[in-house]
Nanobody, 120 residues
């Protein structure tokens, strides 16, 4: 009933840029905080960035100054602009949303992930 679908991943060279998108759809009443996480091979899933409905943001130290999270509340979409990409950014990137459904349930939802590979 509620789906989050990521797009925009791919293969880029070090120093390149990518823009990820995640669109939420379905039986949604209101979306609270949204976030991006990533998971590299053999590692745990880590928080990359968060954004509140009003636009307040937080970033992992490893991406500060390089990544920007934003959202379009009217489109139920969150973005991650990734600049000056490094090989260590290689991971599957997952979007996350805390939201109320139309039936009044407050839950956390995950996208299926999009692969980002940074390699020369």
């Amino acid at each position: 009933q509620v789906q989050l679908v990521e797009s925009g991943g791919g293969l880029v060279q070090p120093g390149g840029s990518l823009r990820l998108s995640c669109a939420a759809s379905g039986s949604i009443s209101l979306i609270d905080d949204m976030a991006w996480y990533h998971q590299a091979p053999g590692k745990l899933r880590d928080l990359v960035a968060t954004i509140s409905p009003g636009g307040n943001t937080n970033y992992a130290d490893s991406v500060k100054g390089r990544f920007r999270i934003s959202r379009d509340n009217g489109k139920n979409t969150v973005f991650l602009q990734m600049n000056n990409l490094k090989p260590e950014d290689t991971a599957i990137y997952y979007c996350n949303a805390k939201l109320f459904t139309r039936t009044g349930h407050y839950s956390t939802y995950w996208g299926q992930g999009t692969q980002v590979t940074v390699s020369s």
